[in-house]
Nanobody, 116 residues
Framework: QVQLVESGGGVVQPGGSLRLSCAAD????????MRWYREAPGKEREWVGT??????????YYADSMKGRFTISRDDAENILYLVMNNLKPEDTAVYYC???????WGQGTQVTVST
């Protein structure tokens, strides 16, 4: 059974940091491109970034508003995807989802709230 499970969300003050994790199971994680998305209240789901599979070395792509603050990485031995978020802003408040691009799987999401 294909499964993605996010964790690591929470409440953080502006300027703070969080690391999200996405544990994968039921498919060949190392062969798939992995993506993070987020969905803020009242807004459409927004792409955050992508890390390609390591076949020819990983490549990284980020939405403009996340560049320099967010970093995606992956541990193919443990089947885990990460998102490190630094200098968080209130507008980063959203439910964050991981996605396996070719498999089409989505996690259930983890809530990130940036607030004083």
């Amino acid at each position: 059974q294909v499964q993605l499970v996010e964790s690591g969300g929470g409440v953080v003050q502006p300027g703070g940091s969080l690391r999200l994790s996405c544990a994968a199971d039921g498919f060949t994680f190392s062969s798939d491109n992995m993506r993070w998305y987020r969905e803020a209240p009242g807004k459409e789901r927004e792409w955050v970034g992508t890390i390609t599979n390591g076949g020819s070395g990983n490549s990284y792509y980020y939405a403009d508003s996340m560049k320099g603050r967010f970093t995606i990485s992956r541990d193919d031995a443990e089947n885990i995807l990460y998102l490190v978020m630094n200098n968080l802003k209130p507008e980063d408040t959203a439910v964050y989802y991981c996605n396996a691009q070719h498999t089409g799987a989505w996690g259930q999401g983890t809530q990130v709230t940036v607030s004083t």
